[in-house]
């Protein structure tokens, strides 16, 4: 396969530039597992496997909020056309699903310390710089995910992982590959050049009012104020409406009292070892369960744990440690093993406990159990735990009734205020980059621009902004776009028609100096014809770290796009530079790259090799996509 893609390829560096993966993961994250599916219609089908509209909408929300924080101020919800991202997205979607099927198909699993592991490590469930297992409790718990659901997404996460470096580590670059690229990526060109200033010909430039009278008619359309609007909303927020509930010192302390091991200075935590019997094609349920009761007999007479683990126990990631798990905390296992060993004396033997690993035998090593902090630490957490605790029961059949009274009466907010005890909130006007916090969230830019709110003038339906954050919404004011008059507009469109004038004028002077150029004339002569400085920086290399690091990367890379001189003659060619000015490069010669050696050299032959298992991940992806039976709704594009 990998030869395939290599043969494939096609110019210089495009055997070793890829194409790049659509991370699937980057389209979900921690809140992927933390919230539901529910009942929604299908987008689409991978071999009869139905990926739901909500399972859509959730990934576009992930997707574009991570776009949010990378981009930051500059993020723009207007450049992100819907139909494009939910396309985009879905193929992500799609991409998964294929993957996933692919893994079950080929049993990759990873092992159950692993799975531990890696929950440890979200930075969702860290407090006081380690895991919490209180709150990863707590966390599962507010969204309604067992525990045990929550690890089998995390070990299919963990799947693809292996999956990929799997085929990523498989993947070799032979020395001829290697030395043919470090000579080309090192290379050095000799060149020499000029740049000929737009700016010096705009005195040239010559504009009629002719001609700004048609280009301003044959682009009115980018002439334009932007459409704006001014929006009326409703907010519930339940951290908010929480505030307003009130807790007795009395609560507080029979809350205390009754959740002890949760205000533990620390964890309790255990030292434990578990010897697994699976289950699988060459063991059955019963067969597990009969050698698992062997097992245990044998440890009731005085066997050694740590031998049997070793001997008989099918976890790769703890057999030969003689089973160890090492310390472990609440929350991080199976609910059913976690139970089993949090309910063991120090030094006791479980029988066996059945997992969707299998069945296990577990030993408490060791017990720690530390002290429980003071009523006044943990005072002001559990007052706000209790206050939460009411207003959820408020708040959900506010959010309820949030829906039914602003669909019942659709042309106003104001009554709907009046049946929920809310206040109308107003907006300044904005534009389709939406405005500050709440303004600025895609779904509330969506929803004040959509046919419904805006044409229709009706009240948005219910946003879910976040798990315990809704708003809805209607326009106040709406200012359309509209187009400016040419006489506001002309001083832009003179200046813009005598800076492409301008430009023209630079690249037609370009042209002749090539032509002379090329003809043999000498390039500092010229040069000082045209009143300009001929510069010859000496070798450049590839990239703006090495030789040559400040000339303009357009110049660079077009010195690096010409052909070798011939018969010693040199190559000559002409580049619009980044900042509108013109080129003339002139390339005298060319050095192969220097290659690097020791550490510099491995460092090299290991990118090239991951580079090739990108490109082998895709073909496996693209080969799965192949053989798969996709069906899309005709919303999105149809069957594949």
């Known amino acids: 396969m990998l030869q395939l893609i290599r043969d494939r390829a096609k110019g210089v560096f495009a055997w070793v530039i890829v194409g790049l ?49 990378f981009q930051g101020d500059q993020f723009d919800a207007s450049l992100f056309d819907n139909a494009r991202v939910k396309r985009e997205v879905l193929q992500g979607l799609i991409q998964r699903e294929l993957v996933q099927q692919h893994i079950n198909e080929t049993g990759y699993q990873p092992g159950s310390r692993q799975v531990l592991d890696a929950i440890q490590q979200y930075d969702a469930f860290q407090e006081d710089g380690g895991f919490s297992s209180a709150r990863y409790k707590t966390i599962l718990r507010q969204q309604g995910i067992a525990a045990e659901q929550f690890e089998r997404d995390v070990a299919s996460d963990l799947a693809f992982e292996q999956l990929r470096n799997g085929i990523a580590g498989s993947a070799f670059v032979t020395d001829a590959e290697l030395q043919r690229y470090l000579r080309l990526k090192y290379q050095q060109r000799e060149i020499g050049y000029l740049v000929l200033d737009v700016a010096d010909f705009l005195e040239q430039a010559e504009v009629d009012k002719a001609e700004v009278e048609a280009f301003y008619q044959a682009n009115r359309g980018r002439f334009m104020t932007p459409e704006k609007v001014s929006l009326n909303y409703l907010e519930l927020d339940l951290q908010k409406l929480a505030k307003q509930y009130e807790v007795s010192q009395r609560e507080v302390e029979e809350f205390y009292a009754s959740q002890q091991d949760r205000y533990r200075e620390g964890d309790e935590r255990r030292e434990v070892r578990h010897i697994l019997i699976g289950i699988n094609a060459e063991r059955s349920q019963s067969e597990a369960l009969e050698k698992a009761q062997q097992l245990y007999r044998e440890l009731q007479q005085g066997a050694n744990f740590a031998e049997l683990a070793r001997k008989h126990s099918d976890d790769p990631g703890s057999a030969s440690q003689g089973g160890d798990l090492g310390r472990i905390e609440p929350g991080a296992f199976d609910p059913d093993f976690e139970q089993a060993a949090f309910a063991l004396e120090e030094d006791a033997i479980s029988e066996p406990v059945k997992t969707r690993f299998g069945y296990h035998l577990i030993k408490a090593d060791t017990v720690v159990s530390p002290p429980v902090k003071p009523l006044a630490e943990v005072e002001d957490e559990i007052r706000q735990e209790l206050r939460m605790r009411q207003a959820e029961q408020d708040f959900y059949e506010k959010v309820s009734d949030l829906e039914r009274y602003s669909y019942e009466m659709p042309d106003s907010l104001q009554g709907v205020a009046e049946q929920l005890d809310l206040t109308v909130r107003q907006s300044p006007m904005l534009t389709r980059q ?70 023209e004028l630079a690249s037609g002077t370009a042209r002749s100096i090539r032509a002379k150029l090329e003809q043999g004339s000498d390039p500092a002569a010229l040069a000082a014809r045209y009143d300009v400085d001929w510069q010859t920086p000496g070798l450049i290399s590839r990239r703006a770290q090495q030789a040559g690091a400040s000339l303009d990367e357009r110049l660079r890379q077009a010195a690096f796009r010409m052909p070798a001189p011939q018969q010693g003659d040199p190559s000559v060619t002409t580049a619009t530079l980044s900042s509108g000015d013109v080129a003339v490069i002139q390339l005298q010669g060319i050095r192969d790259g220097d290659l690097p050696s020791g550490e510099t050299l491995a460092r090299e032959r290991q990118q090239l090799a991951a580079a090739f298992g990108v490109s082998e991940y895709n073909a496996l992806v693209e080969s799965l996509r192949q053989a798969a039976e996709i069906r899309i709704s005709d919303d999105l594009g149809g069957e594949e």
Do not use: M
Request: aromatic share 6%.
């Open 434 to 503: 939406g405005g500050d916090g709440v303004l600025g969230h895609p779904k509330v830019v969506n929803a004040a621009f959509s046919e419904e709110v805006l044409q229709q003038r009706r009240n948005s339906e219910v946003l879910e902004l976040s798990d315990t954050h809704f708003l809805v919404l209607r326009v106040n004011e709406h200012e359309p776009a509209s187009e400016k008059s040419l006489q506001e507009v002309r001083p832009q469109i003179v200046r813009q028609l005598k800076r492409q004038q301008a430009q």
């Open 21 to 69: 993966i659509i991370i699937t993961f980057a389209l979900f994250g921690l809140s992927s597992y933390l919230t539901g599916g529910g009942g929604s219609s299908n987008v689409a089908e991978v071999n009869d496997t139905e990926i739901t509209e909500n399972q859509l909408l959730r990934a576009q929300r992930n997707y574009l909020e991570r776009l949010r924080q």
